[in-house]
């Protein structure tokens, strides 16, 4: 029996750059915006934990480490909704008669997504202004600020997947047309979330070595600790990484796989180099642990990592672009090029990542409040 595919007409409005430009804007936008979500979901974790270990351990770095961290959350969220816009825009530009019509088949929860953030993002603040009072119930807190988040992540996952599967759209609409549909029964949407929910893990703790870096001259026994623990968390999401990575690629249809085991050029190559900057990313954060200067093995870690991290997003790409070969025609478009238009993205573009940057170096540079 044949599926019943039902798919919307594209936007007949003109797009108003070329295809190819929009589509590089979405991966680059989508790269900024996932490094920054990762700080904020897995940071949320990491603080919570740490909390916990500080009060049973009575050890003053676990508690500054998380106080710390209880001023960075806020910020990364912020980072994390305002860089989010961009790739959203791109998408719904792109690829709206597929994104639309997944959201309406799971219209509550895709609506939740604003009430879980709300709710997140007053919990990370909570958690910030109120650190030394709180005490006992802190960690709690801004774990289930954490959670929250994850939850958001996970009904993302469900979305983005069942847009990539027009096939599946009538069913699940004829089935149940109140919104309340998930998409579980897809098999590549859990390992697929727990690939993007480890990955955080593994993130934020870059972002704590990143923190000691910037403390160890100023308190190089503090600095070193933070370094190490902060490289801990980013090794064993890593290592677990890996595992998830296997049966997320194991899950996708043979066709789809097959795209990364040599059937495509471009998608093979792209996957060889990222497992292989991952691995150096791996190797060079171990050896920085008990280096003379951790700086030069821990920055080329970093930048391994992010190389790592980009290589994955134009992946990401390639696999949608597989799933709707059959559907999504880029020449379908039409292109009315609108040079003041970009010429004012660019710039705010520009001005706005200048902006991010010197208020990274000015979270980093953040005393360690005691608790």
């Known amino acids: 029996m044949n599926e019943q595919i039902i798919l919307p007409e ?8 070329p295809y190819w430009l929009l589509k590089f ?3 680059l936008t989508f790269i900024l915006h996932i490094i920054a979500m990762n700080f904020a979901l897995g940071g949320g974790f990491i603080a919570g934990i740490t909390d916990l270990i500080g009060r ?7 508690t500054n480490l998380s106080a ?5 959350l806020p910020i990364a969220t912020a980072f994390t909704i305002t860089l989010g816009i961009a790739p959203l825009l791109f998408v719904q530009v792109l690829y709206g008669q597929y994104f639309y019509t997944s959201s309406i088949i799971m219209a509550w929860p895709w609506l939740s997504v604003i009430l879980l953030l709300i709710i997140g993002y007053y ?7 109120n650190f030394e009072k709180l005490s006992g119930i802190r960690a709690w807190i801004v774990l289930g600020s954490a959670v929250l988040f994850a939850v958001i992540g996970l009904i993302y996952t469900n979305n983005l997947v069942l847009m990539l599967t027009p096939e599946k759209w009538a069913q699940k609409y004829f089935t149940n047309p109140h919104g309340t549909n998930l998409n579980f029964d897809d098999p590549t949407v859990i390992p697929r979330y727990l690939h993007f929910f480890v990955a955080s893990i593994s993130v934020a703790g870059l972002l704590v070595l990143i923190y000691g870096l910037g403390k160890i001259n100023k308190d190089e026994k503090y600095g070193r600790w933070a370094i190490k623990y902060g490289g801990l968390w980013f090794v064993i999401g890593t290592i677990v990484q890996y595992a998830v990575g296997i049966w997320f690629l194991l899950s996708l249809k043979k066709e789809f796989l097959l795209l990364f085991m040599g059937e495509n050029s471009l998608a093979t190559i792209i996957f060889g180099v990222s497992v292989l900057l991952s691995l150096l990313s791996l190797i060079l954060i171990l050896l920085s642990f008990n280096a003379l200067n951790p700086k030069p093995l821990a920055i080329g870690g970093i930048v391994s990592l992010f ?3 980009a290589g994955m997003s134009i992946m990401r790409d390639i696999l949608r ?6 559907y999504f025609k880029p020449e379908q478009f039409d292109v009315q090029i609108q040079i003041s238009v970009l010429l004012v993205f660019a710039v705010v573009f ?11 170096s000015k979270v980093l540079k953040l005393k360690p409040t005691t608790a």
């Open 10 to 17: 594209p936007d007949p409005i003109p797009l108003p750059a």
């Open 25 to 27: 804007l979405l991966v």
């Open 56 to 62: 049973k351990k009575s050890n003053q770095f676990y």
């Open 68 to 72: 710390s961290l209880s001023k960075m």
């Open 123 to 129: 919990g990370y603040y909570i958690y910030q202004f």
């Open 307 to 309: 190389l790592t991290i």
């Open 321 to 326: 672009n597989a799933y709707l070969q059959n």
């Open 350 to 360: 520009v001005a706005g990542l200048i902006t991010v940057g010197y208020m990274l």
